[in-house]
């Protein structure tokens, strides 16, 4: 039986695999076929998720992608280590209530620069001759709220607002590279960071959240499908997009 999502014979550098939506994605894609490059600040966690993966030859890369200047050369040398590169997720970023009166200009820039410094400096690196293939997938993880929003958290708002654009602009840029670049965006899913959410929320508040869902609360695997589908063959004509993955949440 043909499989449109197999993706044997390719090396995809995963990014924030350490846990949540980045680990699931991981292990998706190792189930796929897919050699997969965990990326990461904790080495020990990096290290659970590659025992998650299925088949040989993955890579664990502790590295903070605040140092955002080095992460050309970084995927220059990977790429000189692992082969060229056939796709990229970038899974890490910073989610953080800040009340505009409660926010500094240091705790926005430190979203900005995860959420979309890290994504500019790392496509940059991507696309380095020699790093990647042709034809080669870009997908950033965004979210709903670079598209609609609720009090209290105009930093990532803004930085996933931005994502989505640049999104769009690289994705034409690079489309005679043959590099196709997609958001996937989603809702709240159930990972280690929305439970810290939902500690800090009344049994009536966290009821609340669950009604903006109309399909409940998404999963970590919600995500990882549609990283796949836009990764492998069945994404091929498909650029520039934002893929929403929100369980009826903006259809309302």
């Given at each position: 039986?043909?499989?449109?999502?197999?993706?044997?014979?390719?090396?995809?550098?995963v990014?924030?695999?350490?846990?949540?939506?980045?680990?699931e994605?991981?292990?998706?894609l190792s189930?796929?076929?897919a050699?997969?490059?965990v990326?990461g600040?904790?080495?020990?966690?990096?290290?659970?998720t590659?025992s998650?993966?299925?088949?040989?030859g993955?890579?664990v890369?502790?590295?903070?992608?605040?140092?955002v200047?080095?992460?050309?050369?970084?995927?220059?040398?990977?790429?000189?280590?692992?082969g060229?590169?056939?796709?990229?997720?970038h899974?890490?970023g910073?989610?953080k209530?800040?009340?505009?009166r409660?926010?500094?200009?240091?705790?926005?820039?430190?979203?900005?620069?995860?959420?979309?410094?890290?994504?500019?400096?790392l496509?940059?690196?991507?696309?380095?001759?020699?790093?990647?293939s042709q034809p080669?997938?870009v997908?950033?993880?965004?979210?709903i709220?670079?598209?609609?929003?609720?009090?209290g958290i105009?930093?990532?708002?803004?930085?996933k607002g931005?994502?989505?654009s640049?999104?769009?602009?690289?994705?034409?840029?690079?489309?005679?590279?043959?590099?196709?670049?997609?958001?996937?965006?989603?809702?709240?899913?159930k990972?280690?960071?929305?439970?810290?959410i939902?500690?800090?929320m009344t049994p009536e508040?966290?009821?609340y959240?669950?009604?903006?869902h109309?399909?409940?609360?998404?999963?970590?695997?919600?995500?990882a499908?549609?990283?796949?589908?836009l990764?492998?063959?069945?994404?091929?004509?498909i650029?520039?997009?934002?893929?929403v993955?929100?369980g009826?949440?903006?259809?309302?």
């Amino acid at each position: 039986m043909i499989n449109p999502l197999e993706c044997t014979g390719k090396t995809i550098v995963v990014t924030g695999a350490s846990s949540g939506i980045g680990r699931e994605i991981s292990v998706l894609l190792s189930q796929l076929g897919a050699r997969v490059v965990v990326v990461g600040r904790d080495g020990g966690r990096l290290e659970h998720t590659a025992s998650l993966l299925m088949g040989d030859g993955h890579v664990v890369e502790p590295r903070d992608l605040s140092d955002v200047e080095s992460i050309p050369v970084w995927m220059k040398e990977l790429s000189s280590r692992t082969g060229m590169l056939n796709g990229l997720v970038h899974s890490a970023g910073i989610q953080k209530n800040i009340p505009l009166r409660a926010g500094s200009v240091g705790q926005f820039e430190s979203i900005m620069r995860i959420n979309v410094t890290a994504a500019f400096s790392l496509i940059k690196g991507f696309r380095q001759k020699g790093v990647c293939s042709q034809p080669a997938s870009v997908i950033f993880i965004s979210s709903i709220f670079g598209q609609v929003s609720t009090p209290g958290i105009s930093a990532y708002s803004a930085s996933k607002g931005a994502l989505n654009s640049l999104c769009r602009s690289l994705a034409l840029e690079l489309a005679r590279e043959r590099i196709r670049v997609n958001c996937v965006a989603p809702a709240l899913v159930k990972t280690e960071m929305s439970e810290r959410i939902f500690q800090d929320m009344t049994p009536e508040q966290i009821a609340y959240q669950e009604q903006l869902h109309p399909l409940g609360i998404g999963e970590p695997l919600d995500v990882a499908y549609a990283v796949a589908f836009l990764l492998a063959e069945t994404g091929r004509w498909i650029t520039g997009s934002t893929l929403v993955v929100d369980g009826g949440y903006t259809a309302q």
